[in-house]
């Protein structure tokens, strides 16, 4: 796999703030990179740094393993934060002047326009838009050039249900073309619906890094209790499918390995003649694991 | 080629640069009109003042006021393109720095364009109403004086260029450029030596667009060390390359 964006050590200081603190990390192509962490994280800084308009105070960073010029930047296309337009001009003329940026052929607007959804509002300007249709119209000027990156900051921010289900959507036609993404986001399971690999961030700092699967770990967690917990315990050290277990006052939460359900649990704990007064599934909140990444 | 057809884009939409232009060209009209009443060491204007060639100096003179309102069309061009954020959009898809800069000043490059045309047809017209000497010698005679006011404007203009791109905010942008070159400037002046504040930018600039009847005015008091409108321009032409030249660096230097 060809490796799309290194950065080495970056960093970026703001006075006495360290925004980015020397971030360590690879995208490689065809992958879905999601850059995850809470508001002030860093995020926006790390993508301002790679699009060349905020100027590191340390570390590189490698586009297709060459440094940042106008040919790396036709490769690329980005929105950062928010849709960047002039209010005045139609959805069309503004993509005009994107394509004449990007040395674009202008027929792919009419095209891209289709795309996003916006075919028949080519006309209308853009302070009538409303922020879901600025957003699409940001992905259209994105991809205006037919990139084969695309990096996007928080693409869902802000919009309502039907919009983020729209933009979502959107990412992930453009993903199955094969396009290698980079996206922000503070939602977790934005990340882990849309993403392939994710790196978080937190106060400037990488906390993790690798596949979704391995970072976010979608692992339910069980609660049972019985008349006897003794029993229980000792029946839990025998099963090998019991990743990890632990008493809480009178109950027992614990996780399965990959493959079993709370179902094997219970007929085992039949077959050993324990009748379970509680068996609840319990969803392991992506917040809560967010939590465990962070103050790891 | 690009850049241009880029700016001519964005400017030729803008409702706003449209309305500036009209109050530009109004506001000239009318004052050029109405300026035949003024009267300079107690002799009325009149008519004399629409003679070729001379009509050529004084309409430039007056134009020259205006140079102010180009100045802050040009500051609402540039931080509009902030606070749209798409001079950084523009970044990321791939134009650079300089040539961000490069496209605002080639706008400062038509504007002053534009101003000048407009001087022209206004002064034929105004000329061939009133003027008693319409002879082709005669109008032409000092038509050079447009070429100091086109070099006047763009000074003018890239002086606004510079504080857009140095403050960002079009408002505080606006007063900057309106401080420093009817206060702070003309303050400097006082303080200095006429043979040394004559090389100031806007002295320099002004100089391009001298006082119609100075030589009145010399002959009461003592005569002034301004540079004449031929000598000036050398001067202009150096502070517009600084003032381009300290755009870049402000841009290319700090984060967008």
């Given at each position: 796999m060809?490796?799309v964006?290194?950065?080495d050590?970056?960093?970026?200081?703001?006075?006495s703030?360290?925004?980015?603190?020397?971030?360590?990390?690879?995208?490689e192509?065809?992958?879905?990179?999601?850059?995850l962490?809470?508001?002030?994280?860093?995020?926006?800084?790390?993508?301002?740094?790679v699009l060349?308009?905020?100027?590191?105070s340390?570390g590189n960073?490698?586009?297709?393993g060459?440094?940042v010029?106008r040919?790396?930047?036709?490769?690329?296309?980005?929105?950062l934060?928010?849709?960047?337009?002039y209010?005045y001009?139609?959805?069309k003329?503004n993509?005009q002047?994107?394509a004449?940026?990007?040395?674009?052929?202008?027929?792919?607007?009419?095209?891209?326009?289709?795309?996003?959804?916006?075919?028949?509002r080519?006309?209308?300007?853009?302070k009538?838009f409303?922020?879901g249709?600025?957003?699409?119209l940001a992905?259209?000027?994105?991809m205006?050039?037919?990139?084969?990156?695309?990096v996007?900051?928080?693409?869902t921010?802000?919009?309502?249900?039907?919009?983020i289900?729209?933009?979502?959507?959107?990412i992930?036609r453009?993903?199955?073309?094969?396009?290698?993404?980079?996206?922000?986001s503070?939602l977790?399971?934005?990340v882990e619906?849309?993403?392939?690999?994710?790196a978080?961030?937190?106060?400037?700092k990488?906390?993790?890094?690798?596949?979704?699967g391995?970072?976010?770990?979608?692992q339910?967690?069980?609660?049972?209790?019985?008349?006897?917990l003794?029993?229980?315990?000792q029946?839990?050290?025998?099963?090998p499918?019991?990743?990890?277990?632990?008493?809480?006052?009178n109950?027992?939460?614990?996780?399965?390995s990959?493959?079993?359900?709370?179902?094997?649990?219970n007929?085992?704990?039949?077959v050993?003649?324990?009748?379970?007064?509680?068996?609840?599934v319990r969803?392991?909140?992506l917040?809560a694991q967010?939590?465990e990444?962070?103050?790891? | 080629?690009?850049l241009?057809?880029?700016?001519?884009?964005?400017?030729?939409?803008y409702?706003?640069?449209?309305?500036?232009?009209a109050?530009?060209v109004l506001?000239?009209?009318?004052?050029i009109?109405?300026?035949?009443?003024?009267?300079?060491?107690?002799?009325s204007?009149?008519k004399?003042?629409?003679?070729f060639?001379?009509?050529w100096?004084?309409?430039s003179?007056?134009?020259?006021?205006?140079?102010?309102?180009?100045?802050?069309l040009?500051?609402?061009?540039?931080?509009?393109?902030?606070?749209?954020?798409?001079?950084?959009?523009?970044v990321?898809d791939?134009?650079?720095?300089?040539e961000?800069?490069?496209?605002k000043?080639?706008v400062t490059l038509?504007l002053?364009?534009?101003?000048?045309?407009?001087?022209?047809?206004?002064?034929?017209?105004?000329?061939?109403?009133?003027?008693?000497?319409?002879?082709?010698?005669?109008?032409?005679?000092?038509?050079d004086?447009?070429?100091?006011?086109?070099?006047?404007a763009?000074?003018?203009?890239?002086l606004a260029?510079?504080?857009a791109f140095l403050i960002r905010?079009s408002?505080?942008?606006i007063i900057?450029f309106?401080?420093?070159s009817?206060?702070?400037?003309?303050i400097i002046?006082y303080?200095?030596?006429?043979?040394i504040?004559?090389?100031m930018?806007?002295k320099?600039f002004?100089?391009l667009t001298p006082?119609?009847?100075?030589?009145l005015?010399?002959?009461l008091?003592?005569?002034?060390?301004?540079?004449?409108p031929?000598?000036a321009?050398?001067p202009?032409?150096?502070?517009?390359?600084?003032l381009?030249l300290?755009?870049?660096?402000?841009v290319?230097?700090?984060?967008?």
């Open positions: 060809a490796t964006l290194y950065l050590e970056l960093s970026k200081k703001y006075g703030l360290q925004a980015v603190d020397r971030l360590t990390m690879q995208v192509a065809g992958s879905i990179y999601g850059l962490g809470p508001n002030g994280s860093g995020k926006t800084t790390t993508l301002g740094m060349d308009v905020i100027r590191p340390g960073f490698l586009w297709f060459r440094s010029s040919e790396t930047k036709r490769r690329v296309g980005a929105l934060e928010t849709p960047n337009f209010p001009l139609t959805a003329a993509l002047v994107v004449d940026t990007k040395q674009a052929d202008h027929r792919n607007i009419n095209k891209m326009l289709d795309m996003v959804g916006l075919g028949t080519s006309h209308t300007t853009f009538g409303s922020l249709m600025k957003q699409r992905l259209a000027a994105a205006l050039n037919d990139p084969e990156v695309l996007l900051d928080e693409p921010n802000g919009l309502d249900p039907q919009g289900a729209e933009v979502r959507d959107l992930t453009i993903a199955a073309q094969g396009k290698t993404i980079l996206l922000a503070h977790l399971d934005e619906k849309v993403c392939t690999h994710v978080v961030l937190q106060s400037g990488l906390k993790a890094n690798g596949p979704v391995d970072i976010l770990s979608t339910d967690q069980l609660l049972i209790s019985a008349e006897e003794a029993p229980v315990l029946l839990l050290e025998r099963l499918y019991v990743v990890r277990f632990a008493q809480e006052k109950y027992i939460g614990l996780t399965l990959e493959g079993y359900s709370s179902t094997d649990l007929r085992d704990m039949f050993q003649g324990i009748v379970l007064s509680q068996l609840l969803r392991k909140s917040e967010f939590l990444i962070t103050q790891k | 080629m690009n241009i057809r880029t700016e001519l884009r964005k400017t030729l939409l409702p706003t640069f449209w309305v500036i232009m109050i530009y506001l000239q009209v009318l004052l009109y109405f300026s035949s009443n003024l009267s300079i060491s107690g002799q204007l009149g004399s003042l629409y003679e060639p001379n009509l100096m004084r309409f003179y007056i134009a020259y006021f205006f140079n102010l309102l180009l100045g802050i040009v500051i609402v061009l540039i931080t509009d393109e902030y606070s749209y954020r798409t001079l950084r959009q523009q990321i791939g134009r650079s720095r300089t961000a800069v490069l496209a000043f080639y038509g002053a364009a534009i101003g000048t045309a407009f001087l022209f047809v206004v002064g034929l017209l105004f000329g061939f109403l009133y003027s008693s000497d319409t002879t082709l010698g005669a109008i032409f005679g000092k038509i004086y447009l070429s100091y006011f086109f070099v006047q763009v000074g003018y203009m890239c260029m510079f504080f905010k408002g505080l942008a900057a309106l401080a420093w009817k206060i702070v400037e003309p002046h303080q200095l030596d006429d043979r504040d004559r090389f930018p806007m320099v002004g100089s006082t119609p009847g100075q030589e005015i010399d002959g008091t003592s005569p002034t060390m301004a540079l004449s031929a000598w321009v050398l202009a032409l150096f502070y517009i390359a600084l381009v300290a755009s870049i660096l402000l290319r230097f700090r984060d967008l």
